[in-house]
């Protein structure tokens, strides 16, 4: 039940307010393009703006040439816990923007949804995080810990934004995160990890007439490829299907021979490369998939040494799983049930988040919640509805105050 001190903190929520840090904030392009730099610096620094406004400690730094991290801090008494709410600034890109029946970056309301790219991964869930702290700061209540707004760069690319973020050391000062992202306002307990792996073999090239002059590097690689799918069905066997993710996956996403794009229909070529898409569930981890993966690797060498395997690791992020009796996870659920009115629904995210790099890098507690339809990010004419977006506010300020705890009422 709801406390009346909650109560009064809700009253602050100014429901008009996400809807239009929202609007303003899918305005803004930045999708990350080609030749083009400082996509995501306008809206970082508008956000620091309204951060400033709030009263809020900021910080403004460059994860990378171009790529702005946003920091603001809400302080509250000394010693106690800090909770952050994370979110992304950086958008995929709108594709055709004739498919689209909506401007992709005019935020226009249709029916009680807002519609553009972002507005649903993630610029709600991070307009609905401010509006939350706003909100606390309007009623004048202290709280007893700390609240840190993280509008991190690169989340959609090689999250350099997060690897700034914790390189920097602060996540080492963060107790729990809230990630932001389109959830259904689920509590998100889990993630699927990944592991993006270039693959490159080199044969002998030789004349398609005698082929056996030559060491054919696709076949290696076609036969590494088949050696990979049954491996796939050993990780199903090996480490089962969980609760929330499902099963394991390696999938080959990209093949490619020869390499420079000049081949002829008679040269075998010198080398092939592949990329394989690696989807982990916990349990998993990355040096045992590599391990695996060289396994395949050496038998493969060992039936013809002149092939060469070469393996680079693009990016590897572990699955994460955090506990239902986690703190932040319980303040989510009492509130989900408090505020929403219902038992709260938990599941995982079947991809990646900057959470995965605070839970494995920096080993900060996090649950993924917020607004949005899980299956709209990345979709043409994507939306996030006006009621999701409000109780995603709401269910932020009572966790943070039920996960903080107030030092003084104001």
């Not at 609240?147 to 000062?173: P, Q, S, Y």
Request: hydrophobic share 40%; proline share 6%; with cysteine.
């Amino acid at each position: 039940m709801l406390s009346e001190l909650e109560k009064r903190v809700l009253d602050h929520v100014d429901e008009d307010l996400v809807v239009r840090w929202t609007q303003e904030l899918v305005r803004f392009d930045t999708v990350p393009r080609p030749g083009k730099e400082h996509v995501e610096t306008p809206a970082a620094r508008w956000i620091e703006e309204r951060c400033r406004e709030m009263g809020l400690e900021t910080h403004f730094e460059w994860a990378a040439p171009g790529r702005p991290n946003v920091i603001a801090l809400l302080h509250g008494r000394e010693g106690g816990r800090r909770l952050m709410f994370e979110g992304h600034t950086d958008v995929v890109t709108e594709g055709d923007r004739d498919a689209w029946t909506y401007d992709p970056f005019g935020a226009e309301i249709v029916d009680g949804r807002i519609y553009g790219r972002g507005a649903n991964d993630m610029k709600g869930g991070l307009a609905a995080a401010m509006t939350a702290i706003k909100a606390i700061v309007d009623s004048g209540v202290q709280l007893k810990g700390d609240i840190l707004l993280g509008a991190l760069a690169d989340e959609e690319g090689l999250m350099l934004g997060v690897k700034d973020f914790v390189r920097r050391g602060w996540a080492d000062t963060v107790s729990a995160a809230i990630i932001c992202e389109p959830e259904d306002n689920r509590l998100c307990i889990a993630q699927k990890g990944v592991m993006w792996t270039d693959l490159t073999v080199k044969g002998i090239m030789a004349h398609g007439a005698m082929p056996y002059t030559g060491v054919n590097p696709i076949t290696y690689l076609s036969r590494f490829i088949a050696r990979v799918y049954e491996l796939e069905k050993e990780y199903v066997e090996r480490y089962g299907s969980h609760e929330f993710l499902g099963t394991p996956s390696l999938s080959p996403t990209r093949f490619h021979a020869p390499l420079d794009e000049h081949g002829t229909n008679n040269v075998i070529p010198e080398t092939a490369r592949a990329v394989l898409d690696i989807r982990m569930i916990p349990g998993q981890d990355v040096e045992t998939t590599l391990q695996d993966l060289q396994g395949i690797i050496a038998e493969l060498q060992a039936e013809e040494p002149r092939v060469q395997f070469r393996v680079d690791i693009i990016d590897a992020r572990p699955p994460t799983d955090t506990p239902r009796d986690e703190p932040i996870v319980q303040a989510l659920a009492e509130a989900t049930r408090d505020v929403a009115g219902r038992e709260p629904v938990y599941g995982g995210v079947p991809g990646t988040t900057d959470g995965t790099i605070l839970a494995t890098q920096a080993g900060v507690p996090i649950v993924t919640c917020g607004p949005g339809d899980i299956y709209i990010p990345h979709h043409v004419d994507e939306y996030i509805d006006i009621d999701d977006l409000i109780e995603a506010t709401k269910l932020y300020v009572v966790a943070a105050l039920r996960y903080l705890g107030v030092a003084d009422e104001g």
